[in-house]
């Protein structure tokens, strides 16, 4: 079993960063493949990175490249998203995921989610 809880969201202007944290529980955290996602209102649900256990990292949209970082502190039981040169459309609920299953995402464990809110 493993608990997440995101944390660093929040209201920023076009172009501010924030760097959005996701503490995990449990002794596994350190052998699992995480990832963030994020939902934006009447849009599906989108993929944003994923780091696997060594930190390989695989970006899920290419507009966020160069902008957003991932990354783990495997020490510290927490994964983090840098957010560099915010746009508008990135406001979102962003969630962290860890992976229960490989390549099945949904049945992962979800964090309850952290609004960020990009105005321009």
């Known amino acids: 079993q493993v608990q997440l809880v995101e944390s660093g969201g929040g209201l920023v202007q076009a172009g501010g960063s924030l760097r959005l944290s996701c503490a995990a529980s449990?002794?596994?955290?350190?052998?699992?493949?995480l990832a963030w996602f994020r939902q934006a209102p009447g849009k599906e649900r989108e993929l944003v990175a994923i780091?696997?256990?060594?930190?390989?990292?695989?970006y899920g949209t290419e507009s966020v490249k160069g902008r957003f970082t991932i990354s783990r502190d495997n020490e510290k039981n927490t994964m983090y998203l840098q957010m560099n040169s915010l746009k508008p459309e990135d406001t979102a609920v962003y969630y962290c995921?860890?992976?229960?299953?490989?390549?099945?995402?949904?049945?992962?464990?979800w964090g309850q989610g952290t609004q960020v809110t990009v105005s321009s």
């Open positions: 995921v860890a992976q229960r299953y490989p390549g099945n995402w949904n049945s992962g464990y």
């Open positions: 449990g002794r596994t955290f350190g052998r699992t493949t």
């Open positions: 780091i696997n256990l060594i930190g390989s990292v695989t």
